[in-house]
């Protein structure tokens, strides 16, 4: 009895042993046991790229068994911004989400992690760190990428109707449009359907050609300045009008999808749009050629330039149950070679860090890439502005392009949006 004792002591102490080095030896990713996910919810707004994300979200998936990713996109014209606030209130706090810098940084900023010590905070390029560092100069978001905007071009329409250099003043964009209409082409795909498309990215023209658009938009905020009194807010009503006047049938409820494809169908010759259209447009015609022209307000060729900027962030919540596996994951995006192939090759992007080099760019990410390296850039301002100004502005152009009121009741319109909101 007493060897039989001893014999079951020692098998239970032998299983013991192999139960334990097996546990041990089928930890995954992060110190987690094989039993022990961790699922981290990754709530992002960037509908151009949410497949190509989903793709590369399964590659980290596969080399980080223990971390599964659960995404989910709103944008596309859908808002981002009140979706993420209703997110937060129901209690299903993301773990990653999109904040865009500046004074979104301040209305968020109690929610968002410091990520200065991150090691990729050293590749960052300057410009990509300005919207999330804080007066105390930390930093709070990786900037998703570089892009730009502007008139994006079908080079082969401009050829077909004899145009034959691009147009970089007002008159001269109002002569291309008369050219194109001349072979039945249809100028402009104007998606005034879209807030953000008109009360953001068009209205920022006027904004950053200022001399010193930080002193204006400081000087709108203390009073200093007004939009009626200001050239190039005056100057504003020529670009709606040429894009008004030339653009396809019912601009104000054309969406962002119609007005992207519209472009890339052949069907229109210019898209006010940015270079995160790439993808859908080469879906649509992958032999399209196709460039960028300035957004120009007066006959002032030196307004040859292209808002470029970071067009927002990646943040993580620092009440996140995982955050340590978020940062991992942020780490692996801009670090690992599947990452870095994603960013350049998969989603068409101007990587904003020095160690990814911009490999893949298409027609679009090229031409932004030439104006920045060329220092042909204005600043995208609209994070400064007051806190829901944007689809305010986008209204006040929509009644305009309906014909509803006249550039006066416009230039008053936005002054007194700024005013109530600031």
């Known amino acids: 009895m007493k060897r039989i004792l001893l014999l079951s002591m020692s098998l239970i102490l032998v299983f013991g042993i192999i139960a334990g080095c097996s546990s041990k030896g089928s930890s995954g990713s992060g110190g987690k046991s094989d039993g022990d996910v961790v699922t981290l919810n990754f709530f992002q707004f960037k509908v151009e790229i949410a497949d190509q994300l989903q793709e590369m979200i399964k ?3 596969a080399e980080h068994p223990n971390i599964k990713i659960k995404l989910e996109t709103v944008g596309g014209g859908a808002d981002y911004g009140a979706a993420l606030k209703a997110k937060f209130a129901s209690g299903e706090e993301p773990d990653i989400f999109n904040n865009g810098g500046f004074k979104e940084l301040d209305l968020w900023k109690e929610k968002l992690a410091d990520l200065s010590g991150e090691p990729w905070v050293d590749h960052v390029l300057p410009i990509g760190k300005v919207p999330m560092t804080d007066e105390d100069g930390k930093l709070y978001g990786m900037p998703v990428n570089l892009e730009g905007y502007g008139f ?14 691009t147009p970089k003043t007002i008159d001269e964009l109002n002569d291309a449009a008369k050219k194109l209409k001349a072979k039945d082409i249809t100028p402009f795909s104007a998606g005034y359907g879209e807030w953000w498309v008109i009360g953001q990215h068009l209205l920022n023209i006027p904004f950053a050609q200022q001399e010193d658009p930080d002193a204006f938009i400081k000087g709108l905020y203390d009073g200093t300045e007004t939009f009626k009194d200001n050239d190039k807010f005056k100057e504003f009503k020529s670009v709606l009008d040429a894009e008004i006047k030339n653009a396809n049938d019912n ?19 210019m898209l ?8 859908m447009i080469t879906e649509v015609n992958p032999d399209i050629n196709m460039g960028f022209l300035p957004i120009p307000l ?23 149950k995982h955050l340590d596996e978020a940062k991992m994951f942020l780490e692996w995006m801009v670090s690992s070679e599947t ?26 990410g090229e031409s932004i890439l030439t104006y920045s390296k060329d220092e042909k850039t204005i600043p995208w301002t609209w994070f400064q502005w007051p806190d829901g100004a944007n689809k305010e502005f986008a209204a006040t152009i929509q009644e305009y392009a309906a014909g509803k009121i006249d550039y006066d009741t416009v230039l008053d319109r936005f002054q007194k949006t700024w005013d109530n909101l600031k």
């Open 59 to 61: 590659e980290f998936e």
């Open 152 to 165: 994006i071009y079908n080079k082969d329409l401009f050829e077909k109707a004899g145009i034959k250099e």
């Open 251 to 269: 601009p104000l409820t054309t969406d962002y999808n119609t007005q992207v494809t519209l472009f890339a169908s052949g069907e229109t010759a």
């Open 272 to 279: 006010q749009q940015g270079n995160w259209t790439e993808n």
């Open 298 to 320: 007066d006959n002032d060729e030196s307004a040859d330039r292209l808002p470029v900027g970071v067009p927002n962030n990646w943040v993580l919540n620092k009440n996140s």
């Open 339 to 364: 990452g870095k192939r994603y960013i350049t090759e998969e989603f068409a992007f101007i990587p904003a860090f020095d160690n990814i080099e911009p490999n893949g760019l298409g027609d679009l």
